[in-house]
């Protein structure tokens, strides 16, 4: 089972940006799918973005699209999550997840590995 590993959150200014990056432990990183989700407080889990295992195809959900970006360098066994112009309902803990490269790496239930997560808070 790959062990994921986040960093990378903190505290940011709304308008500004943060690099999350996620570590995976497989040597076999490059058959994954990846992706991240996030929860806010009181709010049920989001999926965010998601990277194919190839790192050839993308999905953003609407509420980060044109902001985030998602990429993979499979020599180093991580993803990437690049999220600029902040906003404070962007406050979340973020995960990273895993999936097969069988699954459809658009959807949270193609995901079976997930990390600890990462905080991000933006302030107003």
């Known amino acids: 089972q790959v062990q994921l590993v986040e960093s990378g959150g903190g505290l940011v200014q709304a308008g500004g940006s943060l690099r999350l990056s996620c570590a995976a432990s497989?040597?076999?990183?490059?058959?994954?799918?990846m992706g991240w989700s996030r929860q806010a407080p009181g709010k049920e889990r989001e999926f965010v973005s998601g990277?194919?295992?190839?790192?050839?195809?993308?999905y953003y959900a609407d509420s980060v699209k044109g902001r985030f970006t998602i990429s993979r360098d499979n020599a180093k066994n991580t993803v990437y999550l690049q999220m600029n112009s902040l906003k404070p309902e962007d406050t979340a803990v973020y995960y990273c997840?895993?999936?097969?490269?069988?699954?459809?790496?658009?959807?949270?239930?193609?995901?079976?590995?997930w990390g600890q997560g990462t905080q991000v808070t933006v302030s107003s």
């Open positions: 997840a895993a999936g097969r490269w069988t699954s459809d790496y658009r959807k949270v239930s193609g995901y079976s590995n």
């Open positions: 497989d040597r076999t990183f490059s058959s994954y799918h």
């Open positions: 990277i194919s295992w190839s790192g050839g195809s993308t």
